[in-house]
């Protein structure tokens, strides 16, 4: 069937991100005496912060990390990721934004990311296709992927079944929330992973860029 809306994730598709957060992330870590790798990070990219956090304490503490903890740790990722030079948008996004737009289709985000300087740039960087409402982030969702909720919720707001929807992501988590909500997921493999990552957690079509996507999109949309 005709799609009929379409999901992104934001951080390493809409946003050449990833590099900055894994970075981050690591010398926040350091900072509170938790190990993380950058290769942690990108296996772990789509999780809340607090499950994240909470994978390390477990690993590395024996237990649970605490909420207050969570926050400490979180916010001084945030103050080192708003030091860092703004993250360029991905090449190719605005492209694949303008094609399904034009095809008539409704628009979202659903990020695992509760960043405020981001979602914030969605607005003025990507100036028209985005909606507030139509934002999912960290602070709609308490699970968060690999579970499908954030897409299920996605679907909602754009009101929408899974069957006339297409997700597009770049971590092997967030395909498997998408694929898990029943929704067909492209995925662009604009990091560090290797392919079979994304193939293996359900995507049912990769692209190596957002660019080589926007040459494809509308054999997509059938
Ligand atoms: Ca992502």
């Known amino acids: 069937m005709g799609k009929q809306a379409i999901l992104f994730d934001m951080d390493g598709v809409l946003f050449d991100s990833m590099p900055l957060h894994a970075k981050c992330w690591v010398e ?20 809340t912060a607090l499950s994240t956090i909470d994978i390390f304490t ?46 008539g289709l409704r628009i ?3 990020t695992g990311s509760g960043q405020g300087t981001l979602l914030q740039r969605l607005e003025t960087n990507y100036r028209g296709f985005f909606r507030p409402e139509l934002i999912v982030s960290s602070r709609d969702c ?7 909720d954030p897409y299920l919720l996605g679907l909602q707001r754009v009101g929408v079944s899974a069957d006339a929807a297409l997700v597009v992501e770049n971590a092997p988590l967030g395909v498997m929330a998408a694929h898990a909500a029943g929704i067909f997921t492209i995925a662009v ?7 079979s990552a994304l193939m293996d957690a359900g995507a049912d079509v990769l692209f190596p860029s957002m660019s080589a996507l926007a040459a494809n999109i509308d054999s997509l949309l059938g």
């Not at 708003?82 to 492209?95: R, S, T």
């Open 108 to 110: 979202a985000v659903v």
């Open 142 to 148: 308490q699970r968060g992927k690999p579970n499908p």
């Open 28 to 47: 926040a870590c350091r900072k509170f005496g938790l190990n993380a790798t950058e290769q942690d990070t990108y296996m772990n990219e789509g999780r």
């Open 58 to 103: 477990r690993e590395q503490w024996g237990r649970a990390v605490r909420p207050e903890e969570v926050d400490e740790i979180y916010a001084e990722k945030c103050r080192l990721f708003n030091l860092c030079p703004e993250a360029p948008k991905m090449p190719g996004a605005e492209q694949v934004l303008q094609r399904v737009r034009d095809a």
């Open 189 to 195: 493999n604009t990091g560090p992973l290797p392919d």
